[in-house]
């Protein structure tokens, strides 16, 4: 399978504590995007990376999330101290940054977290 | 804000052609509109595009209004695998780095019976 993967496909977390998750785009993509769904919503944009460089950022992504993306690859994206609102699938796309319009994101499974 | 705006549920026969609407009167000259689709717990998944011509695949075809202010997605034979949530989008700019983001609404909830 060459589509977007995505770990782990849920994580279940007491309030309070860390969590990581990983994506890994399309090989060659150079786009990745971070999305957040809650239950009955739209996905909504967190962040993107252009290769390594992340360049924009939503208001939604608070100080307590932190997304990397080391050697233009695989991403993380961390959730410090938990909250419950924090409970949303975590949905990562790529797009290969050929062209500014145009373009098809490829959209992993997501990241189904709950906060208890 | 989403641009688009569309019918929260439909209903379809199997086999039959499911016609989704979508408005989208404030579009610019420039925007494409861009359909996704998203099967229970899956991501969403691209179908189709287009910016003023009507656009076709082996997936769906889509037709646009000549004013560009709304447009329809057409899936031909319906099947119950096509039961999904479907996204009329159009995209906004990011101010860095040139991309775009998917700005989502609610979608319509398709639903296709046997």
């Known amino acids: 399978d060459t589509g977007v993967s995505q770990d782990p496909r849920h994580k279940i977390t007491k309030r309070g504590q860390n969590v990581t998750f990983r994506c890994d785009p399309i090989?060659?993509?150079?786009?990745l995007y971070w999305y957040r769904q809650t239950l009955g919503q739209g996905p909504e944009f967190l962040t993107y990376f252009q290769n390594e460089a992340q360049l924009e950022k939503s208001r939604l992504l608070s100080d307590r999330f932190s997304a990397e993306r080391p050697k233009g690859s695989f991403s993380t994206l961390e959730i410090q101290r938990t909250e419950q609102g924090d409970s949303a699938m975590y949905l990562c796309a790529s797009s290969t940054g050929q062209t500014r319009t145009n373009e098809k994101l490829f959209f992993g499974s997501g990241t189904q977290l709950s906060v208890l | 804000d989403a641009k688009t705006t569309q019918p929260p549920s439909m209903d379809c026969a199997e086999g039959r052609a499911a016609n989704l609407p979508c408005n989208h009167s404030t579009i610019s000259g420039n925007e494409y509109v861009y359909w996704y689709r998203q099967i229970h717990s899956q991501g969403p998944q691209y179908i189709i595009h287009g910016l003023k011509n009507n656009e076709t695949n082996e997936m769906a075809s889509l037709i646009i209004t000549e004013d560009r202010k709304s447009s329809t997605l057409i899936l031909p034979h319906a099947t119950l695998r096509d039961t999904a949530v479907y996204y009329c989008?159009?995209?906004?700019?990011?101010?860095?780095?040139?991309?775009?983001?998917?700005?989502f609404g609610k979608g319509t909830k398709l639903t296709v019976n046997p």
């Open positions: 090989s060659e993509h150079n786009r």
């Open positions: 989008i159009v995209r906004v700019a990011l101010t860095q780095g040139g991309s775009e983001k998917l700005v």
